[in-house]
């Protein structure tokens, strides 16, 4: 099975749910870098989100959740982010996505592969919980010397 990145003119034939299609739109825009993570958040996210990471615990407020991006572009000084999908499954209201989130710095290496498999919650064509299953990946990031 080959590599499906997120292209936001994928369409699976016309058959998509529109909540598969907002999903797929928000990886899309995070190859952009920072302000494509953002942007993506700004736009398909509820205003009182509730995004979890079971590496890092829960945060409320689509704010909020912007600055956790700001903080982990300063970690890791990620030029643009790949997503990978290995599955995704969608149903009204729901968006299952089995992924690796691939980040990458300005010169094209690779800082990360996380592997993560998400569940998102919708209402209406807004993103209202957002639940992510990983591992810390960050304890791998190496300190320039």
Same mark, same amino acid.
């Not at 942007?39 to 398909?44: V, Y």
């Not at 030029?79 to 009204?92: C, D, F, G, P």
């Given at each position: 099975m080959g590599r499906q990145y997120c292209l936001s003119n994928e369409n699976n034939g016309g058959n998509m749910l529109k909540e598969e299609e907002v999903v797929r739109e928000v990886f899309a825009?995070? $190859?952009?870098?920072?302000?494509?993570?953002?942007? +993506?958040?700004?736009?398909?996210?509820h205003p009182d989100l509730f995004w979890w990471n079971s590496a890092r615990g829960g945060v409320e407020g689509r704010d909020v959740c912007v600055q956790g991006l700001h903080a982990m572009h300063e970690m890791t000084q990620f030029?643009?982010?790949? $997503?990978?999908?290995?599955?995704?499954?969608?149903? +009204?209201g729901q968006v299952m996505v089995e992924r690796s989130d691939d980040m990458y710095d300005a010169d094209g290496n690779l800082i990360a592969a996380v592997p993560a498999v998400g569940v998102l919650e919708f209402e209406g064509d807004k993103i209202v919980a957002w639940r992510d299953y990983c591992n810390d990946w960050t304890p791998n990031l190496q300190p320039e010397v």
């Open positions: 825009m995070w $190859v952009t870098g920072l302000d494509g993570c953002v942007e +993506s958040f700004e736009k398909h996210c030029a643009t982010t790949r $997503v990978v999908i290995k599955n995704i499954q969608a149903k +009204s």
